[in-house]
């Protein structure tokens, strides 16, 4: 079984209320689950080359158009309009690593990323926060805090995915100041840097090469800090996302590109037709991180899911988006790059909703084999919406789900032949001595599921399991503790953020 | 895309406001998950031989005695301790067949048990009925008639697995006659008799032969009806359970055995121990059915799941009940023979942790390739309760199960580059000739999920899944018509159940 962490977490992290899995690297050890033939693979694959050959791509930024000429794609003239050639495309990606490991801050969360690993995030990028006492409102500095100190708190969390909620009474152009700051002085696991335009990614890496304690030279040799950038379906890059692109590439830093084909919308009507578009969209903007720095570290990003086709809303977790996850896998492992997916769900409240649209998105990325499983734990209304009691909702699944993922021990001792023998024809095994052996930790334990009986349960009041998250996330949050953070660093990223605010951070957007 | 029913169904079965799926065979096009190497398989299949073989199994009915004992079996004398040797399994074994199919009186309602079939079946056997105004209540007869009409209604429910209540105010004796009585008039799906000796079985039998209009005959021509043979773990096998289970091989019916097998309880506390002694189990009670009559048609049960090991209470959709799930299939088909799985949840109230519980329950089930899902609609708290919101709750979550088994349509059509080139770059695909063919019918359109904004939702009362699941399963009832049944049919039924009554039923019990 898993193992609690090493001597540095245990004095960085006391023991809290709650009764979890420690953290651990959780592989798949099961085949993925594959939704199409090989036929069926190169038919979407022939299909996202003829994209981009015949139609092309805009890329919004004339630093992309240049790096891209150079490379040898073509540039239409006096257009943002790129086509490639499909031999420019699989040489670009065949340079990209299959797997590499994103260094934390506290080594011990380091997470690898490629192969069998799985990595749950916390939810990322809602506008709206909520519980159930304060309902729901605008994202605020006080919510963002508290979502990265679940998201610490919680070993089932590997990592941030982006602002758990976008903190709106923070000055824009100092926004990333404090937030880079409160992921580095509240947390000690992997973030990420939003790509709104380089001054913000720049900052962003400095405050990550003073919060890790690297030189300039050291900040480059490894991935630290990842970055999604989403396309603007259909085929189209925006240049804020552009330059965060080429500025992490650049430093050796993590880009995921995700097309945000939703099918019916900013893609074909069909789950295939919305694959070749997802598929053309993430080959170029990969494309353009190996022509940036051959070798840059990458994870293709599948995202694609359907509208309603009766309001035009986006929906989550249908058998659409299942479907889709397991063929993004598939898409990803045919270039041979680790693949990013979501848990996601349309529901506006955490009731029954939530929970099936959530796992729906989980097995299609679990078995879909994601390395990276973005919004894993807090995500609502599809993503309007980042809800406390979520969260704790969320790490049961997960923690259900990375479980479910522990091999069977199938060893002699495990069958328990002596122990059937022992017991015999219709008695039972609470008294076996292979049951007194085994019995504390046999079993998962869960953190919010109630196993009690009917009766039990309406003593102690009849919570719902939301109810029940309710008390559970306010537990975590009074336990909490910072990790440990060395005092230089501290008064060095303190001396960097006011100077930078000083000097109006990234301006006006 | 599934098609509606033939031209019977139409007649019987007027439109109701619901816009469910049409009633579809289910074909399961992805590899099973394999939670057990071939080594490991081995190793329990050899585990359940020596159990066999060394410890041997109590049949509690002298005829099971005699049959084993006439069919090779060594029973001990003076004693209902019955020992297998392993050739004697593998040859009974031998004779089941790998599929079947169980008529309905409505043609058009059979199933196909076995390959890659799935059919989901309704809640069984719960002691509690409740809904959200009229709360938990001990089972009775009128709510028993309306689960009977919703699994009716629902096309997304294939079969009845049992009675889903227990209509307490009905006489035992003559309860049976009642509820297959019901069955037969109520509804025109499969349906399944409880083995509580061999009185009720031979009159479940005669009942369903009146129903079906047949001849004594042709009654054993054919699969028409099942029972669930549950074992008393460990290594028991009672004396009703044994008499329902003669009679229905001896007719050519279908027999399900299923052991009870809670890790922990009455299995061992490790899950490759309980799988042995699962395998044990079920190997001996379809060794009798074969003795009975080679070539009855069975079904391996697989039950195993976990006690809480604070409580002792069974829980439900666990990591453990998941991976023994998809070993459970495995084990199976390793004897070539149909795979029995349940949705199980241990909730005590319609809410997420039910909904995720339920899901686990359903993956384990699906990807373990159940031919048969038992309380596929409605289970709740661990099986004592019947919920009329979990009927509609877990009709959403089947029907989206299934969407998710249909394969992707990969078509050059499909693919629709041309609609990604008559959009182009920046563009929508709302208004494109591609979607406007397509949209109506492109995407699962759910019969529970909201995906309103929370804006909508607000307007609309902010209702939970489980509030709109009691107004869904009320609508349906509203809706709900009787199948039709020849009046002839009806007559000889009610006088068979008069005369039956008058003779006491099944005598106390």
Known sequence: ???????????????????????????????????????????????????????GMDFLHPDALEILRQGGAEVESGSERVRFDRGLIKEALARAPE?????????????????????????ASAPNASDLEGGRRPGNHADYQNFLRLGQSLNIIHFFGGYPVEPVDLAPATRHLDCIGDFITLTDKVYHAYSLGRTRILDALEMTRIGYGLSEDELAEAPRIFSIINTSSPLRLDGPMIEGLIELARMNQVVVV??????????????????????????????????????????????????????????????????????????????????????????????????????????????GHANLVMHGAGWLEGGLCASFEKVVLDAEMLQMMAETLVPLDVSGA??????????????????????????????????????RNFESGEEAGSETATQRANRIFKEILAAYEPPALEPDRKEELEAFIARRRQEGGAGSL
Do not use: C
């Open 99 to 123: 797997s590499f490991t994103l260094q934390a801050r506290n080594p011990l969360h380091n997470i690898h990323v490629g192969g069998r690993r799985i990595n749950f995030g916390s939810v």
């Open 414 to 451: 495990a069958l328990g032949l002596d122990a059937i023998r022992e017991v015999g024809p219709g008695g039972h095994f609470f008294g076996a001595a292979h049951t007194l052996e085994r019995y504390e930790t046999a079993f998962y334990s869960p953190i919010l599921s109630d196993w």
């Open 1 to 55: 079984m898993a193992r609690e962490g090493g001597r540095r977490r245990r004095k960085t992290r006391p023991e809290t209320g709650l009764k979890q899995l420690a953290w651990r690297d959780i592989d798949n050890p099961y085949r993925p689950v594959e939704a199409l033939n090989e036929e069926q693979l190169e038919a979407i694959s022939e299909t996202a080359f003829q994209i981009l050959e015949e139609i």
């Open 258 to 367: 995700t097309p945000f084909t939703l099918s019916g919308a900013m893609s074909p009507v069909t789950i295939a037709g919305a694959l070749a578009q997802q598929h053309a969209e993430a080959m170029a903007g990969l494309t353009l991180t190996q022509l940036v720095r051959p070798g840059a570290p990458v994870v293709y990003g599948g995202f694609t899911s359907n509208v309603d086709m009766k309001s035009g809303a986006p929906a989550f977790g249908t058998p659409e988006y299942t479907r889709a996850a397991f063929a993004g896998g598939q898409l990803a492992r045919r270039l041979k790059l680790p693949f990013r997916s979501s848990n996601a769900n349309a529901s506006n409240t955490v009731d029954a909703q939530a929970a099936y649209e959530s796992q729906m998105s989980l097995w299609g990325a679990v078995m």
